[in-house]
């Protein structure tokens, strides 16, 4: 059994008075044998109760049901929601940010869920579940509407729901990478943006005005935006098709690091390197993804800030559920310069 498993079997037995306040638990070996289960499952799914103030432990004498069980069970749960991203582990900015997200609401009493964006609340989460932290779009969101359970989203790919959102300075960001890569002499820089039929392009929206801002307060040239899908052909035919033109682009500023590394892959495979035949920048400052040898100039941000401020807004807006939702967020963010952009800088 996983600790999650493990858990929700013990907060089960809380909540319908298997266990009752007061009451001594059985050990962690006894609760091995029971369960099935290693004794670090049992003792992290103890731990984990004990931290939310379910269960309390006396030297000496053992584990027991808090006197006020009942009081914190009552919609103590809160979740966050994650892209699995191809894998089922949180990648690094995820844990970092869950690390800190877990952090937060155990001191508030709460009890935290992490959840895969496919993966489904049970019918016991969902009567517990007193808010949710998103990083993404999610099939489950039509269910929280419904319950009016407050979400706060920390997603770089848009919030169409209307539900408060902490996000980076996207566009005070992308200002900073282009005005560097205007300093660093690049002076045709085409921007590449989210396609449009397979994503929600709100986010993008301040990225790519700012790329046209910085260019026309400087009198550079203003392309139109590259739509980007690496899986559609015309894609790769589009690229090409800018690179054969007589004065192609001498950079591309690509306001997400995932696509910005897409883009220098296929720069790659039709021969031209980076930086030396052509410039590229991203933005967010997803090193986990770069290629060897090639950081990208990129604008990072403080992914515990994020958390924290979103973390404070969920807690304020579920004590006042009668206020108005919190009102959207932005942290700022700091330029990267790194090898990917390296002219003699004026």
Do not use: M
């Given at each position: 059994m996983l600790v999650r498993q493990v858990e929700e079997e013990l907060l089960h037995?809380?909540?319908?008075?298997q266990y009752i306040p007061g009451e001594k638990l059985p050990s962690i070996r006894e609760m091995c044998g029971e369960f099935g289960c290693s004794y670090v499952i049992a003792f992290r799914?103890?731990?984990?109760?004990?931290?939310?103030g379910?269960?309390?432990?006396?030297?000496?004498?053992?584990?027991?049901?808090?006197?006020?069980?009942?009081?914190?069970?009552?919609?103590?749960?809160?979740?966050?929601?994650?892209?699995?991203?191809?894998?089922?582990q949180?990648?690094?900015?995820?844990?970092?940010?869950?690390?800190?997200?877990?952090r937060m609401i155990r001191e508030a009493g709460y009890m935290d869920l992490a959840l895969q964006e496919d993966e489904s609340f049970s019918p016991d989460e969902l009567d517990n579940l007193a808010g949710t932290l998103i990083t993404l779009r999610t099939p489950q969101i039509e269910e929280l509407i419904a319950r009016r359970i407050p979400c706060v989203f920390i997603s770089s790919l848009g919030n169409p729901y209307g539900f408060p959102s902490v996000i980076p300075d996207f566009y005070q960001g992308s200002c900073d990478v282009m005005r560097h890569m205007l300093r660093c002499g690049y002076c045709d820089i085409r921007c590449v943006t989210i396609d449009s039929e397979e994503f929600n392009q709100g986010s993008f929206v301040p990225r790519v005005q700012a790329y046209r801002d910085v260019l026309?307060?400087?009198?550079?040239?203003i392309r139109c935006p590259l739509e980007w899908d690496i899986r559609k052909p015309e894609t790769r035919r589009k690229l090409r098709e800018i690179m054969s033109e007589p004065h192609p682009p001498d950079s591309f500023f690509v306001p997400n690091d995932k696509l910005a590394v897409e883009v220098v892959q296929v720069l790659g495979e039709m021969g031209f390197r980076v930086p030396e035949d052509i410039g590229v920048a991203g933005l967010e400052n997803m090193e986990f993804l770069y290629t060897p040898g090639l950081p990208l100039t990129s604008a990072s941000f403080d992914n515990l800030a994020l958390v924290r401020e979103a973390?404070?807004?969920?807690?304020?807006?579920?004590?006042?559920?009668?206020?108005?939702?919190?009102?959207?967020r932005t942290i700022p963010m700091s330029l990267i310069e790194r090898k990917s952009t390296v002219k003699q800088q004026l």
């Open positions: 037995r809380l909540k319908t008075g799914a103890v731990q984990s109760l004990k931290q939310s379910c269960l309390e432990t006396f030297k000496g004498s053992g584990t027991f049901v808090a006197r006020d069980v009942q009081k914190r069970l009552k919609k103590k749960l809160l979740a966050y929601i994650f892209d699995k991203s191809g894998t089922t949180l990648n690094l900015h995820d844990s970092l940010r869950y690390t800190c997200f877990q026309k307060e400087r009198g550079f040239p973390c404070s807004l969920l807690l304020k807006w579920i004590e006042h559920p009668a206020q108005e939702p919190p009102q959207n």
